[in-house]
C-alpha cells in the first residue's frame, strides 16, 4: 500500500502555479481533470487520492515517486 508524504510543499506549488498561469480554481480543475472541490482542499493541505496526486504532479513537474512511501500494508 501506498502512501503520499510530504504534500505540504507540492500542495503550494500546485496553488502558485495556478496563480502564475492566471487561473481560478474551475479554470484549473477543468485542466487537471478533477474537481474544484478537491483542487481546493488540495492547496488547503489535504493529500489527494493516489490518482489526482499524479496528475497534480504531472501538472506541476514533479515526479509522484518523490512523495510516495510503501506502508508494508495489503
Do not use: N, Y
Request: charged residues 25%; positive net charge.
Amino acid at each position: 500500500c501506498l502512501a503520499i508524504v510530504g504534500w505540504e510543499g507540492p500542495a503550494d506549488m500546485v496553488k502558485a502555479r495556478r496563480e502564475h498561469l492566471g487561473l481560478g480554481l474551475r479554470d484549473a480543475a477543468k485542466i487537471v481533470k478533477v474537481s474544484h472541490a478537491t483542487l481546493s482542499r488540495v492547496e488547503r493541505g489535504e493529500p489527494p487520492d493516489i490518482e489526482t496526486f499524479a496528475r497534480l504532479c504531472h501538472w506541476i513537474g514533479l515526479s509522484s515517486q518523490l512523495f510516495l512511501s510503501d506502508t508494508g500494508l495489503k
